[in-house]
């Protein structure tokens, strides 16, 4: 009778054993499951920050080059940019001038908070700054002229795609141009 009592006493010790490695499996799933989660959310963090990185670039690369398209003449009074389909964009070149390294701080955080008028160019905000005649410059770039300067200017450009956080994506370009006067 003692065996018989001894065994009928651990039958419910197999249920208590597979309830415990069914709770260690349930807990290392849920793990496991969070985790592929978050790193999926990553790499579309990750995924939308580079399509908004590329498109922000497109659009100071699509400036320099209406820069580069802009006559002369428009470039020195600061009238209107030329985009490379020939549409003249007023208020490219309007807003602040650059004097003081402020002012490319105060800049910068207009195209960001969209205080200054901005092109749109696709998604971003673009904004053309003139900083002036570049000093202690060699005057010849692609060839010698008596009435050319060089011109210095920042072009700035945003995007913020909405459901991300923060600021978004904001590029800073230097652009150099040799303008006949």
């Not at 080059?65 to 490219?92: F, M």
């Not at 105060?106 to 905000?125: F, H, I, T």
């Not at 410059?137 to 011109?151: F, N, P, V, Y």
């Amino acid at each position: 009778m003692e065996i018989r009592g001894y065994q009928s006493n651990e039958k419910g010790m197999v249920l208590l054993t597979c309830l415990l490695v069914l709770f260690v499996l349930t807990l290392a799933g849920i793990y496991v499951i969070n985790t592929a989660r978050i790193e999926t959310e990553i790499a579309g963090n990750i995924k939308a920050y580079k399509k908004t990185f590329y498109k922000t670039e497109h659009a100071v690369r699509l400036m320099a080059l209406s820069l580069k398209n802009t006559p002369d003449n428009d470039i020195v009074n600061n009238s209107k940019v030329i985009l490379p389909d020939g549409t003249p964009v007023n208020s490219a070149l309007q807003g602040i001038s650059i004097k003081d390294p402020d002012d490319v701080l105060q800049a910068r955080l207009g195209v960001v908070r969209n205080s200054l008028p901005n092109v749109d160019v696709g998604d971003s905000k673009v904004k053309i700054l003139n900083g002036g005649a570049a000093q202690g410059e060699s005057l010849t770039i692609g060839g010698s002229h008596h009435d050319a300067t060089k011109m210095r200017f920042f072009i700035f450009a945003n995007n913020k795609p909405a459901g991300i956080s923060g600021r978004g994506t904001l590029i800073e370009v230097g652009y150099l141009r040799k303008v006949n006067k």
